[in-house]
């Protein structure tokens, strides 16, 4: 029989916990798929008592299960990434603490896979629960981000991956900012599936918008190169058009009655900031170079292997 963590990052849920753990009691009681359960909660140090209290109700867990407490609040993303490290199992699976996500939803994510032979399967939503600034700032964050080479435009926070994906991510010891730049490296074939939105059961959603800008700006200079592309991109753009207008002056003291020393200190003046610029930009792709091989974006993964 395959094997199925799942990932709950655990921040202020005291409120949430029982009613979360008596659906995911229902569902590993009803599931029709042949798969063994556990789960792995990560607390990400919300010091409310979330950890004490979910210690308290061990009583009422009937599946398998293990708990991680984190010193401080790094953040969803670090707190996953924690969890994801620690499973062992062929799928995982992560979702929400406060039940936007339904346990039982998880049989289309698998179903899905199973159709598709997916390595990653998101959890597109029929209707976000969320507010229309909170919306609006997750479509925002989509295009800012958008790539040529990772597509995060069906990137939830309910996803279902093969054990393969996490094999970046499991070498990454310092805090994430964005799990899904690793989980999404290592995946050839992404699928998604519909699934409900539910409203919150309890409290409000501490992922602020102001979160969503910082976690966007924290994608641009931690998990992207984008500025050293830009440096690289407008060095050699201006350093041609500084050669241009070199050329245009040389032109004019040639052909045209120019003041004396004007051309020499305006050429002079050009061509050495753009000579300049030239060496920023070969600098910043060297930079660039060592980033993606520093982050090991560019590593080969076997999803698959089969012995005859």
């Known amino acids: 029989m395959k094997t199925l963590d799942i990932v709950i990052p655990l921040y202020k849920s005291k409120a949430t916990l029982e009613a979360l753990i008596a659906r995911l009691n229902e569902w590993n009681n009803a599931k029709q798929i042949e798969l063994s359960m556990r789960v792995l909660f990560v607390e990400d140090g919300s010091n409310d008592g979330t950890f004490e209290f979910l210690k308290s ?58 159709e598709t032979n997916a390595d990653i399967v998101y959890g597109t939503y029929k209707e976000k629960q969320h507010s229309m600034f909170r919306n609006f700032s997750s479509r925002v964050l989509k295009r800012i981000t958008k790539s040529k080479s990772v597509d995060f435009s069906n990137v939830t926070s309910f996803k279902l991956m093969k054990s393969h994906v996490l094999s970046t991510l499991k070498e990454q010891l310092s805090p994430i900012v964005f799990v899904d730049v690793y989980l999404l490296q290592n995946a050839g074939n992404v699928a998604t599936c519909e699934v409900n939105h539910a409203k919150r059961i309890a409290g409000k959603s501490t992922y602020s918008s102001f979160k969503l800008l910082q976690l966007t700006f924290g994608i641009i200079l931690f998990h992207s190169s984008l500025p050293l592309k830009m440096i690289v991109r407008v060095g050699l753009s201006m350093s041609l058009v500084f050669f241009g207008m070199s050329c245009y002056y040389v032109y004019q003291k040639l052909f045209n009655d120019v003041e004396m020393g004007f051309t020499s200190i305006i050429v002079a003046i050009f061509l050495s900031t753009g000579l300049i610029l030239v060496s920023l930009g070969i600098i910043g792709e060297y930079i660039r170079r060592i980033w993606v091989r520093q982050n090991q974006l560019e590593q080969i993964t076997v999803a698959e292997q089969w012995n005859a």
């Open 57 to 114: 109700i061990q009583s009422q867990i009937q599946f398998n299960f293990q708990a991680f407490r984190l010193t401080r609040n790094y953040g969803q993303h670090t707190a996953i990434a924690t969890g994801l490290n620690c499973s062992t199992a062929d799928v995982v699976v992560v979702m929400d603490d406060d039940l936007q996500h339904d346990p039982f939803e998880i049989e289309l994510l698998v179903k899905t896979m199973n």
